[in-house]
């Protein structure tokens, strides 16, 4: 019993994609902890201006959860903050080296100041800004020794609050890449099932006479030919793109971490959204073909079809999640080309089938995206959650979730 407790208390700090689950929390508690040792950093070291030490744990970790994103940050302003040092030193030694009037020296800061702001919008961003701040800090007070110190003070101050936030994101680590593998394979899952709904639809839906339409449990009507859906399938859609919708923030992250070419990433996210918008597109029209006929050869391929995608989509999510180096499958040898008779359809059933063939190419090209690049993601995704994971599902009989 307090095995069983201890696994399910423990299970978010040792186990990514529990982890992933609660994300929102293990963030407040990272932050709250990265604010204490930050304090505690302050009065061992006692510099003056300690609260610009919190205040940069704040500006990194505050928003950002992973660590793909925590790192751009942090080495912007640790980089911010050294350019800043040197061209506020660089300012103050040509200014007592040449002995130069208060005028030329206020002219040099407000000509280095422009060629920063010039830097921080063409290429430097967050860095040139905080560049710029440092070095105003610093020098903005001519003669006032006293005020420079409180500068670079500042400054040592944001470089140690940087260090925390790095330390606390290394002791509790929320990858950006797993995060993305996790959000990907729970919305394949997600459109599997949803898919297999779609295909029950159909014959559910076979039972009802357009003269006399059953409106089951949990439906709505489309309002121009009164034709049921079921509400859980539109449910689970709104949950998908919600998904969809949330992987957004970690594909520059993603590929900080793994080196995967943003550009590919994105291909891949325009996939996963394509994908969605098939299966919305089958479900709009599988309660349209109700009460349309199909002779038994090309309901056979239908239900061949709705297996193996089904399959397919459980397959890629499966592989996402699983920590070994599985290899993403080809997604089905299916081609409506070999059967003739689907041209003598209906055009509503011709048109469910090209669908169909729409979803089946998109799940193709998805996985060979995911293939391609899966060198990087995986080793992007940590080495020890991969043997970590792979001892525990060795402990527990193997990973049969991939053996669909």
Not at 45 to 68: A, N, R
Not at 166 to 181: D, E, N, Q, Y
Request: glycine fraction near 6%; charge should be neutral; aromatic fraction near 8%.
């Amino acid at each position: 019993m307090k095995s069983i407790l201890w696994q399910r208390v423990s299970a978010p700090f040792v186990e990514p994609y529990v982890r992933y689950q609660y994300a929102d929390i293990l963030h407040a508690i990272r932050l709250g902890v990265a604010v204490i040792l930050a304090l505690l950093v302050n009065v061992l070291t006692g510099f003056p201006h300690g609260e610009w030490t919190t205040i940069t744990v704040f500006i990194i970790l505050g928003l950002l959860q992973y660590q793909g994103a925590i790192y751009t940050k942090a080495k912007e302003r640790i980089l911010g903050t050294l350019l800043g040092i040197v061209a506020a030193f660089s300012i103050l030694w040509f200014s007592d080296s040449v002995n130069a009037w208060t005028w030329v020296y206020y002219a040099l800061i407000g000509l280095v100041s422009g060629f920063i702001g010039y830097l921080a919008v063409r290429k430097l961003g967050y860095t040139g800004l905080l560049t710029g701040i440092t070095m105003l800090m610093i020098v903005s007070n001519l003669g006032q020794s006293n005020m420079s110190q409180d500068g670079i003070y500042r400054a040592l101050n944001i470089l140690l609050g940087t260090g925390v936030s790095v330390a606390v994101t290394l002791i509790l680590p929320l990858k950006s890449t797993l995060m993305w593998r996790f959000l990907l394979s729970s919305n394949l899952d997600a459109c599997s099932n949803l898919y297999a709904g779609v295909g029950r639809h159909i014959d559910d839906a076979t039972e009802d006479t357009p003269d006399n339409v059953n409106i089951k449990p949990n439906s709505v009507v489309f309002p121009d030919d009164g034709v049921p859906v079921n509400q859980t399938l539109v449910n689970a859609l709104q949950q998908i793109n919600k998904r969809l919708l949330a992987v957004r923030p970690h594909i520059a992250a993603t590929a900080s971490e793994s080196g995967i070419n943003k550009t590919t990433l994105e291909t891949i996210q325009r996939t996963h959204r394509n994908i969605i918008g098939t299966i919305d597109l089958l479900l709009s029209a599988a309660p349209r073909l109700a009460n349309i006929e199909i002779d038994d050869d090309n309901h056979i391929l239908l239900i061949h079809y709705q297996s193996e995608l089904t399959q397919a989509m459980q397959h890629i999510a499966a592989v996402l999640r699983s920590p070994s180096d599985e290899v993403f499958r080809p997604i089905t040898r299916i081609a409506v080309s070999e059967y003739p008779s689907v041209k003598h359809l209906s055009f509503e059933w011709q048109g469910y089938f090209w669908l169909t063939q729409t979803l089946q190419t998109q799940l193709q090209q998805m996985s060979e995206l995911l293939q391609t690049t899966k060198p990087q993601w995986y080793a992007a995704s940590g080495l020890g959650y991969q043997r970590r994971e792979q001892r525990r599902m060795k402990e527990q009989g193997g990973e049969g979730d991939l053996h669909l």
